[in-house]
């Protein structure tokens, strides 16, 4: 294992020991200007797990619906337009449980989703991996199962995106990761598990982008309930061969964790990761990375304020900056907007008090920026400057910046190609009649 150590290259500062240095002095929050078109929205009462922006301004979700308390559950697909107005939803599922966990736009202007099903005689622990192709209308035009040798795994699908060539990418977890590769019609090109030799990796906010140079980022890390959680980020070729990984870890107490969830490409070709670490603090604090097509990393801060909290997501804008989501670090809490320019620098920042799980950010054609609650109903749409309607206000809340030097492993990751088997799938279309609401709480 190699490890990294990484200088400073702005104000250099050296760390020694536990001592802490502040970085860059943290800006203030910029006025309260909430602009036309931002809007907060309550979608029904289901449970929302991915939202990707349309060419209209509007946005398609995805997730799952369960009209009865107790029932299986479906996938679920629903469309807004760009004033926040639900103007398509529909329900895609068979006799036992379903569910869509992502969904990405594809290059002919439809959509491409995936998640798991327990419908049409899987044999699997926890359901066959399932995926849809969407047209422009959200009809779908192909839908099929994915089911490994390995009964026992993990196969839902919880990332997926249209690579360049005009195939399809999709990851799946178990105790490590699994890519697929698929041609446009949803044929197995290649499928390879990628074992990383540490305990307890899970599938928890997983997330795979395409780098400007064809590759392939994925981000994951060890679930919830492990005590020493770590995080982990690795690059892939098209053809999914390995050209480099990073184990990323703290302080290397017992009583610290990382996690990382947030992971955007950029336009230098790198990657920009964010999450949570409390290897500097009693309390929880973000955590953000730049690493360069190389797996270099650039440049590493934490963002300190009143409470644990943690990034959750991550979109990089047309300057380079980089816009993230957040949010206090609880199964309820709060939403945060942060704003850092492409060194890492505070720009602002804002909380509000609602989206209180997970929330997940997107860029709008218009350039202002959205955000859903995972596994809940809610979709807000922000100005540029992470301002909502006056009737939903941001909180006081202060960030101050720090340098942290996390240790970087490169763990002997095996790669093994794996046999996964294409299935048909016949999920039904149905209606659904859930209305749309104005929301601040």
């Known amino acids: 294992m190699r490890y990294w150590t990484f200088v400073a290259t702005a104000v250099a500062v050296l760390a020694i020991g536990a001592q802490e240095f502040a970085a860059e002095a943290p800006s203030t929050t910029e006025p309260q200007d909430a602009s ?55 329900r895609l599922g068979g ?20 998640g798991w099903t327990e419908s049409y005689g899987s044999q699997h622990w926890d359901g066959d991996g399932w995926i849809c192709k969407l047209d422009s209308t959200l009809k779908v035009q192909w839908q099929k199962r994915y089911r490994s040798t390995n ?67 994925v981000l994951g890390g060890e679930p919830w309930y492990s005590f ?20 990323i870890a703290g302080r ?33 604090d973000g955590w953000l990375f730049k690493f360069d097509s190389g797996g270099n990393r650039l440049w590493e801060y934490r963002y300190k304020g009143s409470d644990s909290w943690l990034f959750t997501d991550a979109e990089e804008l047309q300057d380079g900056s980089i816009i993230l989501s957040g949010s206090y670090y609880s199964w309820a809490g709060d939403t945060r907007v942060v704003k850092v320019s492409s060194t890492g620098k505070l720009l602002w920042y804002k909380r509000y008090d609602m989206l209180d799980y997970w929330p997940e950010i997107s860029i709008t054609s218009d350039g202002s920026f959205a955000m859903h609650n995972e596994e809940g109903d809610d979709v807000v749409k922000f100005s540029s400057t992470g301002d909502l309607t006056a009737a939903c206000k941001s909180t006081k809340w202060k960030l101050k910046t ?40």
């Open 228 to 247: 020493n959680r770590d995080g982990f980020l690795f690059k892939v070729n098209s053809d999914g061969n390995l050209l480099w990984n990073h184990w």
């Open 36 to 90: 036309a078109g931002a809007w907060a929205k309550d979608i029904g009462d289901r449970y929302l797990d991915a939202h990707v922006p349309d060419d209209s301004g509007g946005f398609v979700l995805v997730g799952s619906d369960q009209q009865v308390i107790g029932s299986d559950e479906d996938g679920w697909i629903v469309r807004v337009d760009a004033n926040g107005n639900l103007t398509t939803q529909k």
């Open 151 to 217: 009964k026992y795994r993990n196969e839902r699908v919880l990332a997926i995106l249209a690579s360049s060539d005009g195939g399809y990418l999709a990851l799946m977890f178990d105790e490590s990761p699994y890519l697929m590769k698929l041609d446009s019609s949803g044929s197995v090109l290649w499928y390879k598990a990628y074992e990383i030799p540490t305990y307890g990796i899970g599938y928890v906010k997983s997330k795979l982008v395409q780098l400007t140079d064809g590759g392939i980022a």
């Open 402 to 441: 720090y340098k942290t030097t996390a240790a970087i492993y490169d763990p002997d990751i095996t790669v093994t190609d794996q046999k996964m088997k294409k299935l048909n799938m016949n999920a039904k279309m149905y209606d659904t009649t859930e209305t749309v609401t104005s929301n601040c709480h």
């Open 252 to 284: 290397s107490s017992e009583d610290e964790s990382e996690e990382l969830h947030a992971l955007t490409a950029t336009s230098d070709g790198g990657v920009v990761v964010g999450g949570y670490t409390t290897s500097y603090s009693d309390t929880g």
């Open 95 to 114: 006799p036992n449980g379903d569910a869509l966990h992502c969904i990405t736009q594809t290059s002919d202007g439809g959509w491409i989703a995936g």
